[in-house]
């Protein structure tokens, strides 16, 4: 009954058109002022407790060091890179893009960041060489998306925050993935262009190819920063997020020379106010999910889901169904905090392994960038090519569908997140 009542009151709130983490917050007040005898000193010191955690630290730093790397021309490099090598296959700056993606995916872990850098720099390319508009858009949104899968990821160390999984793990066991979904939307991105015959880039020596690398260099030495650092213990992911940002300052700044130390301000600030919208809505979250365990409801879920002889394949067919639905309402930050702290639980008692349940929430979270209402990555590709949703919506329906191919794949075959941190004898 108390669930009904907690979901019931929170989803009144959202339909008001009041922010998510506000509707959270007054939820949970709401709830346990007239609800419950919980004292509010309880509360105060659980959204004390509940963002002392050493890894949200890593958050504002990959914020960071995504909007160093945006503003400081290492997007472009790697655009020149991809399209020297790629460039010379049937929809060449498609292709680029989605490698570009891919790279800048790598440094930044943030899905709108990776549109706006590599979109707005390939997107008037692709135009003004004859490719149509909504092929591009197409491919840039849905590419965009392998900024929250690729390591690093925001939304990972959101869920390893959640669920008290280990953020080195989920980095590892997203590089096979993100890989795998890059060639898949690449695939698709070069049927497309043969079939319509879509125009070819020149083939570029290795002369070119070898000096767009060394241009580029500065900028994909950050993935080896960060993913290295990590697997060989050097530091630990958040001591990773705080180093990538440094480094990354130091190549925008001093090494490519594209940002002046009086644009450092701005890029400061504008980290900070994301960083303190995506805190707030942790400490929403963080009381929430309080709210959920004292009343005893993940328990409660898995005790009924257990009762029912539910199989593993059913339980995950349907966090997979509601995760999509989430991701009509709300943004991935939001879902993750909400639904993981209540669908945890049930998962571990069900024997499913807690870092493939966070890449299998994590792809959720990518197909939610791409479609309307809330999909983040529509927007901002929106806002670059000047089309309306529903004409973005239905560009990027080709890749889109790849995706949810992917999730089952993902889902399904936890070997494909595993293998590699398995491998390198980090579970």
Same mark, same amino acid.
């Given at each position: 009954?108390?669930?009904?009542?907690?979901?019931?009151?929170?989803?009144?709130?959202?339909?008001?058109?009041? !922010?998510?983490?506000?509707?959270?917050?007054?939820?949970?007040?709401?709830?346990?002022?007239?609800?419950?005898?919980?004292?509010?000193?309880?509360?105060?010191?659980?959204?004390?407790?509940?963002?002392?955690?050493?890894?949200?630290?890593?958050?504002?730093? @990959?914020?960071?060091?995504?909007?160093?790397?945006?503003?400081?021309?290492?997007?472009?490099?790697?655009?020149? @890179?991809?399209?020297?090598?790629?460039?010379?296959?049937?929809?060449?700056?498609?292709?680029?893009?989605?490698?570009?993606?891919?790279? @800048?995916?790598?440094? *930044? $872990?943030?899905?709108?960041?990776?549109?706006?850098?590599?979109?707005?720099?390939?997107?008037?390319?692709?135009?003004?060489?004859?490719?149509?508009?909504?092929?591009?858009?197409?491919?840039?949104?849905?590419?965009?998306?392998?900024?929250?899968?690729? !390591?690093?990821?925001?939304?990972?160390?959101?869920?390893?925050?959640?669920?008290?999984?280990?953020?080195?793990?989920?980095?590892?066991?997203?590089?096979?993935?993100?890989?795998?979904?890059?060639?898949?939307?690449?695939?698709?991105?070069?049927?497309?262009?043969?079939?319509?015959?879509?125009?070819?880039?020149?083939?570029?020596?290795?002369?070119?190819?070898?000096?767009?690398?060394?241009?580029?260099?500065?900028?994909?030495?950050?993935?080896?920063?960060?993913?290295?650092?990590?697997?060989?213990?050097?530091?630990?992911?958040?001591?990773?997020?705080?180093?990538?940002?440094?480094?990354?300052?130091?190549?925008?700044?001093?090494?490519?020379?594209?940002?002046?130390?009086?644009?450092?301000?701005?890029?400061?600030?504008? *980290?900070?106010?994301?960083?303190?919208?995506?805190?707030?809505?942790?400490? #929403?979250?963080?009381?929430?999910?309080?709210?959920?365990? *004292?009343?005893?409801?993940?328990?409660?879920?898995?005790?009924?889901?257990?009762?029912?002889?539910?199989?593993?394949?059913?339980?995950?067919?349907?966090?997979?169904?509601?995760?999509?639905?989430?991701?009509?309402?709300?943004?991935?930050?939001?879902?993750?905090?909400?639904?993981?702290?209540?669908?945890?639980?049930?998962?571990?008692?069900?024997?499913?392994?807690?870092?493939?349940? $966070?890449?299998?929430?994590?792809? #959720?979270?990518?197909?939610?960038?791409?479609?309307? !209402?809330?999909?983040?990555?529509?927007?901002?590709?929106?806002?670059?090519?000047?089309?309306?949703?529903?004409?973005?919506?239905?560009?990027?329906?080709?890749?889109?569908?790849?995706?949810?191919?992917?999730?089952?794949?993902?889902?399904?075959?936890?070997?494909?997140?595993?293998?590699?941190?398995?491998?390198?004898?980090?579970?």
């Amino acid at each position: 009954m108390n669930a009904w009542i907690i979901f019931t009151l929170l989803i009144v709130l959202m339909l008001t058109g009041m !922010p998510i983490s506000i509707s959270l917050g007054l939820t949970v007040l709401s709830f346990l002022f007239f609800m419950t005898n919980v004292p509010i000193e309880a509360v105060a010191l659980k959204l004390f407790t509940g963002i002392e955690k050493f890894e949200i630290m890593a958050i504002p730093f @990959f914020i960071l060091a995504g909007n160093f790397l945006t503003h400081g021309g290492v997007a472009r490099r790697m655009i020149n @890179f991809a399209t020297a090598m790629v460039g010379h296959h049937y929809g060449g700056l498609g292709l680029a893009g989605v490698l570009a993606c891919a790279l @800048f995916a790598a440094v *930044s $872990g943030s899905s709108p960041a990776t549109v706006v850098a590599i979109g707005s720099i390939i997107l008037p390319a692709m135009v003004a060489q004859g490719f149509p508009n909504r092929f591009g858009a197409g491919v840039i949104t849905t590419s965009g998306a392998l900024g929250i899968l690729i !390591p690093p990821s925001i939304v990972m160390v959101m869920y390893a925050v959640s669920t008290n999984t280990s953020v080195g793990q989920l980095f590892m066991a997203g590089v096979v993935p993100g890989l795998v979904l890059a060639t898949m939307l690449g695939l698709v991105t070069w049927y497309k262009a043969w079939r319509n015959d879509y125009p070819r880039m020149p083939k570029a020596s290795w002369v070119e190819r070898l000096r767009t690398f060394r241009e580029s260099a500065w900028g994909l030495l950050l993935i080896v920063v960060v993913i290295g650092g990590i697997y060989t213990g050097i530091f630990t992911p958040t001591e990773a997020a705080a180093m990538s940002a440094v480094y990354a300052f130091v190549v925008a700044v001093f090494i490519y020379k594209d940002m002046t130390l009086k644009q450092v301000p701005k890029v400061l600030l504008d *980290s900070a106010n994301m960083s303190a919208m995506l805190l707030y809505i942790i400490t #929403n979250a963080v009381l929430f999910s309080f709210l959920m365990t *004292s009343e005893n409801i993940p328990q409660a879920m898995a005790g009924w889901i257990i009762e029912k002889n539910l199989s593993i394949w059913i339980f995950l067919l349907v966090v997979n169904i509601l995760l999509l639905l989430a991701g009509n309402v709300m943004e991935p930050s939001s879902i993750v905090l909400i639904m993981a702290p209540i669908l945890f639980p049930v998962a571990v008692k069900l024997g499913i392994d807690p870092v493939h349940f $966070g890449i299998l929430i994590t792809v #959720n979270m990518e197909v939610g960038m791409c479609h309307p !209402p809330v999909g983040l990555n529509l927007y901002v590709a929106s806002g670059i090519t000047k089309m309306g949703i529903t004409e973005l919506t239905v560009a990027v329906w080709p890749w889109l569908l790849t995706m949810l191919v992917f999730l089952v794949m993902v889902t399904y075959w936890p070997p494909l997140s595993l293998a590699l941190p398995k491998m390198l004898g980090m579970m």
